[in-house]
């Protein structure tokens, strides 16, 4: 069996917008006949409408110690256990001894490794760069441990390996993320009289929704309409930081309509892409292994990504690739798709395609096919 361990606090619902449930809940949904069943560590008091892909199994999570932070600072500038983070990490394991033997993937959970005890195999699951603060030595002693260290793109994997002593390399393996295509249509839906582009993520400036906005501001079109989902964060009724504030300032000034939907749940975000001619992945920073390129595919839309992490990974050949932070890159690209139907009709198919071939079954067998080796008997 397969226990994932998600963040503790985090929900395995798709009311929230944390890419981790979602991983998750697709791993799960990919499992063929001959798959290990999967089951997801859920803190009690999270979502109660829950994904039906995977049982959940319910712990009662632990606080961090007092000054949890500091203590977990000074432990590992001494060469000790993280203590507070796996206070906090090891709640979702207390009662391991009851569960049949499994591979316990701590998604993103460092500290989560070593309290999980034979039968059970650990397995780390990194999204992101996780060992930023760690020495080679204190990241070693960690993670020794786990046969398999999952990344989610080669950008992962490369970030990881830095950080790690070298008899740790040949543990690591790339597990890209995938995509849900249920919802696929078989050939992209007609353009309207003006072409839909949507950006979905957090409305940060890591994200560059800003850099999306600008680039259409530049344009002065009328005949694109843009839709930003989301919010700084996963709350729905939080107020506007000064970031989406300014953001909302600079969309006065676009020719075109400019909408922001604000924080949305997954059902929502997916009504909103099967509308798309064009999604657009602006981030500044190096995105490990986004799901929004993949998704926008899988709705029929053409996608623009930043060069930059694993964008490129996700999008492969079937998109366009623009230098981060550059919002006039991003603004040629559109109006290269805007002026062009032919050019966009081949970039949505191409998308449609790419999309194809990495349904979330693609990643499950990729992972089956890894962690088949460390497999605990009756798993």
């Known amino acids: 069996m397969y226990l994932h361990a998600i963040t503790p606090g985090d929900h395995f619902s798709p009311r929230t917008g944390s890419a981790v449930p979602t991983v998750v809940d697709g791993l799960s949904r990919g499992g063929g006949p001959t798959s290990p069943p999967s089951g997801v560590l859920v803190a009690r008091g999270t979502y109660e409408d829950r994904y039906d892909s995977a049982d959940a199994i319910e712990y009662t999570p632990r606080s961090p110690l007092p000054f949890g932070r500091y203590v977990d600072a000074a432990s590992s500038r001494l060469a000790l256990p993280r203590f507070s983070a796996r206070r906090v990490l090891a709640a979702a394991v207390a009662d391991q001894a009851g569960l049949e033997p499994s591979i316990v993937l701590a998604h993103n959970a460092v500290q989560l490794v070593r309290p999980v005890r034979s039968p059970?195999?650990?397995?780390?699951?990194?999204?992101?760069?996780?060992?930023?603060?760690?020495?080679?030595?204190?990241?070693?002693?960690?993670?020794?441990?786990?046969?398999?260290?999952?990344?989610?793109?080669?950008?992962?994997?490369?970030?990881?390996?830095?950080?790690?002593?070298?008899?740790?390399?040949?543990?690591?393996?790339?597990?890209?993320?995938?995509?849900?295509?249920?919802?696929?249509?078989?050939?992209?839906?007609?353009?309207?009289?003006?072409?839909?582009?949507?950006?979905?993520?957090?409305?940060?400036?890591?994200?560059?929704?800003?850099?999306?906005?600008?680039?259409?501001?530049?344009?002065?079109?009328?005949?694109?309409?843009?839709?930003?989902?989301?919010?700084?964060?996963?709350?729905?009724?939080?107020?506007?930081?000064?970031?989406?504030?300014?953001l909302r300032r600079t969309a006065e000034q676009v020719r075109g309509p400019v909408t922001f939907t604000g924080f949305m749940p997954r059902d929502g975000v997916h009504a909103v892409l099967a509308t798309a001619d064009l999604v657009v992945v602006p981030s500044r920073w190096p995105d490990p292994h986004p799901l929004t390129p993949l998704e926008g595919m899988a709705a029929g839309a053409a996608v623009i990504g930043a060069d930059i992490g694993g964008i490129p990974e996700a999008i492969e050949d079937a998109g366009l690739l623009v230098p981060p932070g550059d919002a006039r890159a991003i603004a040629g690209a559109i109006a290269a798709l805007a002026d062009d139907e032919g050019y966009l009709l081949a970039q949505q198919h191409s998308a449609l395609a790419h999309a194809r071939r990495r349904d979330w079954s693609t990643s499950r067998r990729r992972l089956d096919e890894v962690l088949a080796p460390v497999l605990p008997r009756h798993a």
């Open 120 to 246: 059970h195999v650990p397995v780390l699951y990194a999204h992101n760069e996780l060992l930023r603060t760690y020495s080679r030595r204190e990241a070693g002693r960690a993670l020794d441990p786990a046969p398999v260290l999952v990344c989610v793109s080669r950008y992962i994997a490369q970030a990881t390996a830095a950080r790690l002593p070298a008899r740790l390399h040949e543990r690591l393996v790339v597990v890209p993320n995938g995509v849900d295509t249920t919802r696929t249509p078989s050939v992209p839906r007609s353009r309207g009289d003006r072409l839909h582009v949507v950006f979905v993520g957090r409305t940060i400036a890591d994200k560059g929704p800003d850099l999306l906005v600008e680039a259409v501001r530049m344009l002065g079109r009328d005949d694109i309409a843009v839709t930003i989902v989301g919010a700084d964060g996963f709350a729905p009724d939080a107020p506007p930081t000064s970031y989406e504030r300014d």
